[in-house]
């Protein structure tokens, strides 16, 4: 059975970081591109970050480009998510996501339960 | 980038009637349209994929159809669990984009 459990979420100051990560197990994950997708309070999805199985190819949203760092570690079997510079903007719940395949972008076959993060002075 | 504009944004209906959603690409992405469920607190659910290819476990009454930048969603006759939000996805290249969600409410 597929399972992604993120952690790493909280309370953070604007202009602070924080580090996601995204446990993974069920499948082979170095095998499939995984993606990050965020959703605001009230708000629609967005995706943040993908990065592809092998991590050699990493893509990000306009709103996150440089300031976001999206990484795996295929022994662990693990996705993170480098948050710097953070904003208001930011606050949301993320998502981690399964690819169906190694590399490209397509349909996100499973995700996680969402890790909350708001950013609040 | 592929802009992705669903319509309507939300839409009341009563259990058994027939919805349908619509969702348009700025640019062709062939078949490489994905749709969604989600229901509030929880994380989405994939129901189709390639436009029109249904998930395994969703139900018949889900339906999905269309080519290039124009794509439609189509619930046959909608049941009590069906009240959510829809939300349609290009898989044609990076960045993913998602529509900004159809809220199907109770009428």
């Known amino acids: 059975e597929v399972q992604l459990l993120e952690s790493g979420g909280g309370l953070v100051q604007p202009g602070g970081s924080l580090r996601l990560s995204c446990a993974a197990s069920g499948f082979t994950f170095s095998s499939y591109a995984m993606s990050w997708v965020r959703q605001g309070p009230g708000e629609g999805l967005e995706w943040v970050s993908g990065?592809?199985?092998?991590?050699?190819?990493?893509y990000y949203a306009d709103s996150v480009e440089g300031r976001f760092t999206i990484s795996r570690d295929n022994s662990r079997n693990t996705l993170y998510l480098q948050m710097n510079s953070l904003r208001a903007g930011d606050t949301a719940v993320y998502y981690c996501?399964?690819?169906?395949?190694?590399?490209?972008?397509?349909?996100?076959?499973?995700w996680g339960q969402g890790t909350l993060v708001t950013v609040s002075s | 980038d592929f802009q992705m504009t669903q319509s309507p944004s939300s839409v009341s209906a009563s259990l058994g009637d027939r919805v349908t959603i619509t969702c348009r690409a700025s640019?062709?992405?062939?078949?490489?349209l994905a749709w969604y469920q989600q229901k509030p607190g929880k994380a989405p659910k994939l129901l189709i994929y390639?436009?029109?290819t249904l998930q395994s476990g969703v139900p018949s009454r889900f339906s999905g159809s269309g080519s290039g930048t124009d794509f439609t969603l189509t619930i046959s006759s909608l049941q009590p669990e069906d009240f959510a939000t829809y939300y349609c996805q290009q898989a044609n290249s990076f960045p993913i984009t998602f529509g900004g969600g159809t809220k199907v409410e109770i009428k």
């Open positions: 390639v436009a029109s």
């Open positions: 640019q062709d992405i062939s078949s490489w």
């Open positions: 990065i592809t199985g092998s991590g050699g190819s990493a």
């Open positions: 996501a399964k690819g169906t395949q190694e590399v490209g972008a397509t349909r996100l076959h499973y």
